[in-house]
């Protein structure tokens, strides 16, 4: 079983920028697509990103332009670079591999991004 931890999050005012990382613990990564999601209090887990095995790319319409998701197979690591941060993008923030845009892997801890407005 592949384990997920991400890191990265923290407490941001408006309009700021983080960069979360997942780490994969097997080179099984590099064969599965990626995605970074996301879950808001009270609210359902929503997908953010997608990054294919082969660096394709597709974002929710609320992380278009802003967010940029990355991967590094060399280091079993995917990433979530986002700008320009807004109140709205508060949550706990996770990563899975993906079929499609279906998680098919056990989901981490998550990282807590707070965006201060």
């Known amino acids: 079983q592949v384990q997920l931890v991400e890191s990265g999050g923290g407490l941001v005012q408006a309009g700021g920028s983080l960069r979360l990382s997942c780490a994969a613990s097997s080179s099984i990564f590099s064969i599965h697509g990626m995605g970074w999601y996301r879950q808001a209090p009270g609210k359902q887990r929503e997908l953010v990103a997608t990054?294919?095995?082969?660096?394709?790319?597709n974002y929710a319409d609320s992380a278009k332009g802003r967010f940029t998701i990355s991967r590094d197979n060399a280091k079993n690591t995917a990433y979530l670079q986002m700008n320009n941060l807004k109140p709205e993008d508060t949550a706990v923030y996770y990563c899975?591999?993906?079929?499609?845009?279906?998680?098919?892997?056990?989901w981490g801890q998550g990282t807590q991004v707070t965006v201060s407005s």
């Open positions: 899975n591999m993906v079929w499609g845009r279906e998680p098919i892997g056990s």
């Open positions: 990054i294919s095995s082969g660096g394709t790319t």
